[in-house]
C-alpha cells in the first residue's frame, strides 16, 4: 500500500520537513515520509520507487542542500517519468542546474522565502487538493488566496517563555560572577559572613529578575516583529539565550573592567593625581593633606573604575542582545524562511534594547535590597 503524498529532501532539512509531514498528517493527508515509513529489513530503494510510483502528489523540497543529492535528484526523476503531480517547495535558495532551474520554472512552485508558513502551507494544500490527495474542502474556493490571521493569543503567549530564558540565563550568569567574587576573596574570612553572603545572594536574584526583565521586552518585540510567524516559535528557539548570557555575560563583563584598568594604565582616561605640595605647611599638615589627597585619589579611580566599567558592560551586553536575537532569529528562520533581514534586525535591536533593560533593572533591584538591608 501506498501514501498520497510523498515528501522529497536532503536530510540536512530533516527538521522543517519533519514539521511539514507533522502539519500535512494532522490535515488527513497520507504522507510517505522516509523517517517513519522506512522499517528494518525494507529494500529502501524499491520501497520508495514504489511509493513514488503510487502517490498523486510528489513535493520537491528546494535547499541548497537537496539540488546536489544524486539520490534526490533520482526521486524526482522517477516521480517525473511516472507522470506524478509534483510540487516544489522552495525551503531556501539554491543554485540549480540550468535543467532543473527551467523545470521548477515552469512548475507552479511554493516559495517559503515570502511570506509566513502558515500562508504558504494553505498555498500547498490547495494543491494537494487539486491533485486529489486531500478531498475538496466544503464551499466554495477562495478567488484569491488570503493571508492567515494573526494567532494574537500565540503572539502573547510566547512571551513569557523569552522572559524565562533570559531569567536563566542572567541567573546563572550573575552565580558565575557571585563565585568568581567569593574565589578572589577566599584569604579573607569576611566575605564568608552572613551579611556578605547575602549580599551574593542578592547579586545572583537580582540578575535573574533583570534578566526576566529584559527577556519581557525582548521578546515582546520579537513576537511583535514576528507576529505573522508566532505560531513557529517554540522552547527550543528560546532556549539558547539561556547558554549565550550564561558564558558571555561573565566574559563581556571580565572584558569591560579589563579594558577600563588599560585604558587607565596607558593614560587614555585620566585620573588627577594628588600633588603632595606642602609649602607653608608644618610636618604633620603636610601628611595629613598627602593623607587626604590619597584617600580622595583613590576614590576617584573606583568611581572611574566603575563608571567606565559600567558603561563598557552596557555596550557589550547590548552588543551580546543584538547578537542573541540574530541567533533566535536564525533558529527561527529553519521553521519560517520568510523571515526577512529588516524583520531580523529589527528582533536584534529589540534585544539589544533588551539587554540595556536588564541591566537596569538589575541595578535598581540591587539598589532596593541594598537600601532596605541597610
Not at 79 to 84: E, K, L, N
Request: charged share 15%; net charge positive.
Amino acid at each position: 500500500m501506498t501514501d498520497d503524498v510523498f515528501i522529497s529532501y536532503a536530510h540536512k532539512d530533516r527538521e522543517f520537513v519533519e514539521r511539514l509531514a507533522n502539519d500535512l498528517h494532522r490535515r488527513g493527508a497520507q504522507v510517505f515520509f522516509d523517517r517513519s515509513d522506512l522499517r528494518p529489513g525494507d529494500e529502501w530503494r524499491q520501497v520508495i520507487l514504489d511509493n513514488i510510483r503510487g502517490c498523486k502528489v510528489f513535493i520537491f523540497i528546494v535547499s541548497p542542500i537537496s539540488v546536489t543529492r544524486p539520490e534526490v535528484l533520482w526521486e524526482l526523476e522517477q516521480a517525473r517519468q511516472a507522470q506524478r503531480r509534483v510540487i516544489p517547495v522552495i525551503y531556501q535558495t539554491a543554485k540549480m542546474s540550468r535543467e532543473l532551474a527551467e523545470y521548477v520554472g515552469r512548475v507552479q512552485y511554493v516559495d517559503l522565502r515570502s511570506g509566513s508558513y502558515a500562508d504558504n502551507f494553505q498555498l500547498l494544500l490547495d494543491g494537494l487538493v487539486a491533485g486529489g490527495a486531500l478531498p475538496k474542502p466544503p464551499g466554495e474556493r477562495r478567488f484569491l488566496p488570503q493571508p492567515e490571521p494573526v494567532r494574537w493569543k500565540a503572539v502573547w503567549g510566547k512571551m513569557p517563555g523569552w522572559g524565562l530564558a533570559w531569567g536563566i540565563g542572567w541567573l546563572l550568569f550573575w552565580l558565575v560572577m557571585a563565585l568568581f567574587l567569593l574565589f578572589i576573596s577566599l584569604g579573607d574570612p569576611a566575605p564568608l559572613t552572613g551579611e556578605n553572603f547575602l549580599v551574593l545572594l542578592a547579586l545572583i536574584l537580582c540578575g535573574g529578575l533583570g534578566g526576566a526583565a529584559g527577556g519581557l521586552i525582548a521578546g515582546f518585540i520579537t513576537m511583535i516583529v514576528l507576529r505573522r510567524h508566532a505560531s513557529s516559535v517554540a522552547w527550543p528557539h528560546m532556549s539558547p539565550a539561556v547558554g549565550i548570557w550564561a558564558v558571555s555575560g561573565p566574559i563581556g563583563t571580565a572584558l569591560s573592567v579589563g579594558l577600563t584598568v588599560l585604558l587607565i594604565n596607558v593614560g587614555l582616561i585620566v585620573i588627577s593625581a594628588p600633588t603632595g605640595d606642602c609649602s607653608g605647611l608644618s610636618f604633620q599638615e603636610c601628611v595629613g593633606q598627602i593623607f587626604t589627597a590619597t584617600i580622595e585619589y583613590a576614590i576617584n579611580l573606583m568611581i572611574a573604575l566603575c563608571a567606565f566599567s559600567l558603561l563598557f558592560m552596557l555596550g557589550t551586553w547590548f552588543l551580546t542582545g543584538m547578537f542573541a536575537g540574530w541567533w533566535a532569529v536564525r533558529r527561527i528562520r529553519r521553521m519560517e524562511p520568510g523571515i526577512t533581514r529588516k524583520q531580523s534586525t529589527g528582533v536584534s535591536l529589540g534585544w539589544g534594547c533588551g539587554s540595556v533593560a536588564a541591566a537596569v533593572m538589575f541595578l535598581v533591584c540591587l539598589g532596593i535590597l541594598i537600601a532596605l538591608t541597610s
